[in-house]
């Protein structure tokens, strides 16, 4: 089967790794790729977002299957185009993916089904908006209606920072169209967790658990990034929980978007916050997280290429989706200064018999040399019987794969190990 991916980052690398161990997957093509994913797939080189290209790409290739991976792609309507010319295709349609392309639409979802979520009002009116900050609660989240990157969102201490946000948004267009609408929510706490589903619109699978670690800085502190390291399963998320989160959240979503006449198929991925109320969802995503799946799909057991046949197909009731009862750590090496500014071109050194799985992000070949090309560079994935295992592991392999001014954090999954005890 030849098989196109759209997206180029640490999580498409992931996603092809995966599908490469299918015998059926004899040819992988990624748009565009990068320089890590080029040993594992034919890179195009084609623009995520250039839809045209790569409708016209999967046609002249003859493209069997392909997978949206990135948000911004999905929600300007990828998989409508594709399968309008008859490839199938895993991803949910444009009118699926609202349901991560504007904040307004899910949490307006969220109550009209009775889905537990932060409290919030949505604004298109500046005046209106400030004068609700004048008593809202405090500390207060400001939210831009649209994709903004994973930057549209505000935890604002004070009243004066949230004012700032909501001006940056809807006066000084920031974030451009996504922040002409607002929605100004609740403080939540508690842990977060990652649950990653496969959804076909009649059953709903949740893959393990997973947590991210958003900051940049040790602790947690620092400027939010794309995601420095992550661990699964999280140890928050217990049994009960998984649960009640089934009951509460993940099933009654799924059958929200049949009512509304959006049924979503593809990965359904809820971002949760275990509040001291119990688990509410904080934020939708259309798609496969990163770096979460660098964590995840290392521990599907099952053929990942069936399963998402099965998913695009609708048969997914009648198939296996297993993981293995093991423990996974991803570290993340990103170029000194991420996320602000950072330095690129240098040579990557990774050991050929490296004990771990290197999923590249941020990096092209140069001559045959692999060089850093962004932020966060790659993200380096160890598996173990235990949690501890799996950190220590992850964090050793990492250890022998070197670039200059590589930076990571040292403590991915220590939270998680506090939850352990
Ligand atoms: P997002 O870009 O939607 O993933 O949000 C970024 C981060 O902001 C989340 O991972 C949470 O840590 C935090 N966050 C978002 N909404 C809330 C909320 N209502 N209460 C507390 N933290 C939040
Ligand atoms: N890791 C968070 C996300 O993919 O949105």
């Known amino acids: 089967m030849k098989i196109l991916v759209v997206g180029g980052g640490g999580r498409e690398h992931a996603i092809i790794k995966s599908l490469k161990k299918s015998p059926r997957a004899t040819e992988i093509y990624a748009a565009p790729g990068n320089g890590g994913i080029a040993a594992d797939a034919h890179c195009t080189g084609i623009g995520a977002k250039d839809l045209d290209a790569i409708v016209d790409f999967a046609k002249k290739q003859a493209i069997d299957f392909a997978v949206v991976a990135p948000d911004d792609p999905l929600v300007l309507g990828c998989v409508d185009l594709l ?236 198939t296996e989706v297993k993981f293995r009862n093991q423990h996974a750590c991803c570290v993340v090496l990103a170029s000194q200064g991420y996320p602000k500014k950072y330095e690129t071109g240098f040579p990557i050194t990774i050991p050929a018999d490296l004990d771990a799985q290197v999923y590249v992000a941020g990096a092209k070949l140069e001559d045959g040399v692999l060089k850093t090309s962004g932020g966060r560079v790659l993200g380096v994935t160890a598996l173990g019987d235990s949690l501890q295992a799996a950190i220590d592991k992850a964090y050793a392999q990492a250890a022998q794969v070197t670039f200059d001014n590589a930076y990571c954090r040292k403590d991915i999954g220590a939270r998680a190990l506090q939850a352990e005890t």
């Open 83 to 318: 399968e309008g010319e008859g490839i199938p295709c895993f991803g949910p349609n444009k009118a699926a993916a609202i349901l991560e392309g504007s904040k307004v639409f899910s949490k307006n979802l969220m109550r009209k089904y009775n889905i537990p979520t932060a409290a919030y009002e949505t604004f298109d009116d500046l005046a209106a908006a400030l004068d609700y900050l004048k008593t809202a609660p405090i500390p207060t989240v400001v939210k831009a209606d649209g994709l903004a990157l994973g930057k549209g969102v505000t935890i604002a201490e004070t009243r004066e920072e949230a004012e700032a946000a909501v001006r940056a948004c809807m006066e000084d267009k920031v974030f451009g169209d996504s922040g002409s609408h607002v929605v100004i929510e609740e403080f939540l706490t508690g842990p977060e967790v990652s649950v990653l589903s496969f959804t076909d619109g009649k059953v709903l699978v949740p893959m393990v658990s997973s947590m991210d670690h958003k900051r940049i800085g040790d602790g947690d502190t620092g400027p939010n990034t794309g995601g420095m390291g992550t661990v699964a399963p999280n140890p928050y998320y217990t049994e009960a929980m998984a649960q009640r989160c089934m009951e509460e959240i993940f099933l009654p979503t799924m059958a929200a978007m049949n009512a509304e006449g959006r049924p979503f198929k593809g990965c359904l991925y809820f971002g949760l916050m275990l509040t001291p109320q119990g688990p509410k969802v904080i934020e939708y995503n259309c798609r496969f997280g990163d770096p979460e799946t660098q964590v995840v799909l290392p521990l599907l057991e099952s053929d990942l290429l069936t399963v998402m046949e099965a998913t695009a197909k609708g048969t997914l009731g009648e």
